[in-house]
């Protein structure tokens, strides 16, 4: 089965630390996927990559930034956490070779900002 | 860019009901995907569609999608609490299929005993 894995499932920061998001997936796929979640509002795209180092900003980029150093890990930073950055924050990844490029989801990161 | 409108945004069924939850694309679809998610974890694929009147089953649970590709239903038959959760349309705006998805806001799906 592909797995997707995400560093914490739970995760207290105070305002203005650096906090990083980590997520590997384990099935060699091309593309990953950073969303957050709110009541309200549904999912919405920060990031995404289709490859090692290469990342587009998705719909909401502001406040963060990524790094794909390797094929499986995708890496979601806040420079410097808000309160406003408080969410559940997913991690996908899918692959061309896979058929319908089914999107595959980490179980989550609830980040609360103090 | 893409806008995807789920109706109901909850629903309240006793057990043993059938249910349909709607989702609406303000563009055509090239692909429409269903996840459900239980409260507080990650989205489990359900079915994706991609061809005018396709409709697919998957134990009790039917997906399809209008000939129009603007709008699809998800009818669950003889509902169970297993099928409590939140149900979120996705569409892929592109049609690459590598970028990420466009989400509806979810419905929530309630089941009572």
């Known amino acids: 089965d592909v797995k997707v894995t995400q560093s914490s499932r739970y995760l207290v920061k105070r305002t203005g630390e650096k906090v990083f998001l980590e997520c590997v997936q384990d099935m060699d796929h091309e593309n990953m996927f950073w969303y957050r979640q709110d009541p309200g509002l549904g999912l919405r795209l920060i990031y995404f990559s289709y490859d090692v180092k290469m990342k587009e900003k998705g719909d909401i980029p502001e406040g963060y930034s990524v790094s794909r150093e390797k094929k499986e890990r995708f890496s979601l930073i806040l420079e410097s956490a808000s309160t406003n950055q408080t969410s559940m924050y997913l991690c996908?990844?899918?692959?061309?070779?896979?058929?319908?490029?089914?999107?595959?989801f980490g179980p989550g990161t609830r980040l609360t900002v103090t | 860019s893409q806008e995807l409108e789920q109706s109901p945004q909850s629903l309240i069924v006793q057990e043993g009901k059938n249910l349909t939850i709607n989702c609406t694309s303000s563009k055509t679809l090239y692909g429409l995907y269903w996840y459900k998610q239980k409260y507080g974890e990650g989205l489990i694929f359900l079915m994706m569609?991609?061809?005018?009147?396709e409709e697919k089953s998957h134990e009790k649970i039917t997906a399809k999608l209008d000939e129009k590709k603007q709008q699809s239903s998800l009818h669950i038959t003889a509902s169970q609490p297993s099928h409590a959760g939140i149900y979120l349309c996705?569409?892929?705006?592109?049609?690459?299929?590598?970028?990420?998805?466009?989400f509806g806001k979810g419905t929530h799906l309630i089941i009572q005993p």
């Open positions: 996705g569409a892929d705006p592109t049609g690459g299929g590598a970028d990420g998805l466009t």
């Open positions: 996908a990844s899918s692959s061309p070779r896979v058929f319908l490029y089914e999107q595959y």
């Open positions: 569609l991609q061809k005018g009147g």
